[in-house]
């Protein structure tokens, strides 16, 4: 199992938490809330009002979101979903739990004293100059308001 921190449409609430949910496509279980260690840069970007993390570290806020243990078949899914590598790339960052709900068997590692874990998040380092320039956020609401709300694939 891997550890992946989502910040953006695929959260609870969200328009594609479905997937997350969608045992077809692996097992993504929650593990609790957290937010990243580091500072970036969370923007809304282009026609479809996407979320974007921009892989600037020490700029912007520490943004917060929700960590999963996923299966392989999840993790795969995931990176198709997110276009990884050429739109997100999928890289360790650490995150600082803020509540946490994680069982499992003795083979699942624990939360470190610090409450600092690793996770894979799909952030972006290939993107317009001019995202650098957009309102930064500390946390994603597609109905947040900002008025930007998300585009489904399926409505595009």
Same mark, same amino acid.
């Given at each position: 199992?891997?550890?992946?921190?989502?910040?953006?449409?695929?959260?609870?609430?969200?328009?594609?938490?479905?997937?997350?949910?969608?045992?077809?496509?692996?097992?993504?279980?929650?593990?609790?809330?957290?937010?990243?260690?580091?500072?970036?840069?969370?923007?809304?970007?282009?026609?479809?009002?996407?979320?974007?993390?921009?892989?600037?570290?020490?700029? @912007?806020?520490?943004? /917060? &979101? +929700?960590?999963?243990?996923?299966?392989?078949?999840? !993790?795969?899914?995931?990176?198709?979903?997110?276009?990884?590598?050429?739109?997100?790339?999928?890289?360790?960052?650490?995150?600082?739990?803020?509540?946490?709900? @994680?069982?499992?068997? /003795? &083979? +699942?590692?624990?939360?470190?004293?610090?409450?600092? !874990?690793?996770?894979?998040?799909?952030?972006?380092?290939?993107?317009?100059?001019?995202?650098?320039?957009?309102?930064?956020?500390?946390?994603?609401?597609?109905? @947040?308001?900002?008025?930007?709300?998300?585009?489904?694939?399926?409505?595009?």
């Amino acid at each position: 199992m891997a550890r992946v921190f989502v910040y953006g449409t695929l959260k609870k609430g969200q328009p594609n938490y479905k997937h997350m949910i969608n045992t077809a496509k692996g097992l993504a279980k929650f593990q609790g809330r957290g937010r990243t260690v580091e500072k970036y840069p969370l923007v809304i970007a282009g026609k479809y009002n996407i979320p974007y993390m921009l892989n600037i570290p020490g700029t @912007g806020h520490h943004v /917060a &979101g +929700e960590i999963y243990s996923v299966d392989e078949q999840m !993790l795969q899914f995931l990176d198709e979903f997110e276009g990884c590598p050429d739109m997100y790339q999928r890289t360790l960052m650490r995150i600082q739990v803020v509540e946490w709900e @994680g069982k499992g068997g /003795a &083979g +699942e590692a624990r939360v470190a004293a610090d409450g600092v !874990l690793e996770c894979f998040v799909y952030s972006t380092a290939t993107y317009p100059p001019e995202w650098v320039g957009l309102p930064y956020y500390d946390s994603y609401d597609s109905s @947040g308001k900002h008025g930007l709300s998300y585009v489904l694939r399926e409505s595009r």
